[in-house]
């Protein structure tokens, strides 16, 4: 049988290693990483700015995009305190079709395409109906250590099953110019952290055309559902957002995947605490 992958141990602990160096300088020099946060809302409650979202980063910027026509006041949002910056920004769809959390990520990749911190971090407004904040809260505080060097990290617990569909196959050729063949199975649901280099892989034209299929100054279905509310295009990007930022199509899980720290190859973020494994059945 083949031996224990010493060699491949060892260049990540020395990686490790040289990172934490890296860190200690660049914090020693008055800087860090900076960190945006983009949260696509409609009417949800975001009261979990100020109670489950911990270890932001200092310095880091809330860029709250209202999808709806409400117009949260950041000046009197609970949470809003732990950020450098906060501000609402009114990003209504065109038409009848909703654009959802893709018009408003985009929008701010397209606008801000100069001027993107090192890392940001996507998140819609009701984040805990599909990620473990446990998991968030490891990344985040590797943020604030400056730490963290993962160019695209998704957040959520639950993956798609694999698919293979011509609505997705006319999403991904109208990105990409490709067919698409394979199955496709990342994890659900449009949350992630992703690097200012991953993004920069690809041009501010090509995200601001991106931007025009989902925001309806376009009026095109490439998938043709009549009557969809939603946007049938964002619902094919919530498969490919992965390989917008230089992933592979079909993505391994986190706890198999040997490019992230140890850190974050847990399914939930908490695996590690003794507690939680009390008097857990280990079968069923």
């Known amino acids: 049988p083949p031996a224990w992958p010493f060699k491949r141990a060892m260049a990540k602990v020395q990686r490790a290693v040289v990172i934490s160096e890296e860190a200690s300088t660049l914090l020693a020099t008055g800087h860090r990483l900076r960190v945006d946060f983009v949260v696509a809302h409609c009417r949800e409650d975001l009261g979990w700015i100020s109670k489950k979202l911990g270890n932001v980063p200092a310095g880091s910027s809330l860029f709250i995009y209202e999808k709806c026509g409400q117009s949260t006041d950041t000046q009197k949002l609970n949470g809003a305190e732990k950020f450098a910056s906060a501000k609402a920004i009114q990003r209504p769809d065109v038409g009848r079709t909703r654009g959802d959390e893709c018009s408003a990520y985009l929008t701010h990749i397209a606008r801000r395409y100069a001027e993107l911190s ?22 985040l505080r590797s943020l ?27 999403v991904h050729e ?25 993004i920069y892989q690809r041009s501010q034209h090509f995200f601001s055309r991106m931007l025009s299929l989902v925001d309806g100054t376009k009026n095109v279905d490439l998938c043709g559902v009549e009557g969809a509310k939603r946007s ?22 986190r706890e198999d995947d040997p490019r992230l720290p140890v850190a974050l190859r847990l399914k939930h973020g908490k695996e590690h605490t003794r507690r939680n494994w009390v008097d857990m059945p280990l079968a069923r």
């Open 232 to 253: 049938t295009q964002c619902y094919g990007f919530e498969f490919l957002w992965h390989v917008v930022f230089g992933e592979s199509l079909d993505p391994p899980n």
């Open 174 to 198: 109208e990105l990409f110019g490709t067919n698409l063949t394979g199955l496709v199975g990342p994890y659900c649901c449009a949350q992630f952290i992703v690097s200012r280099d991953a």
């Open 144 to 170: 604030a250590a400056s730490t963290y060097r993962v160019p695209y990290l998704p957040l959520n617990g639950p993956r798609h099953v694999r698919t293979l569909t011509p609505c997705l196959q006319a």
């Open 118 to 139: 090192d890392f940001t971090i996507f998140l819609q407004s009701d984040p805990y109906d599909h990620l473990h904040f446990d998991f968030l809260d490891l990344a």
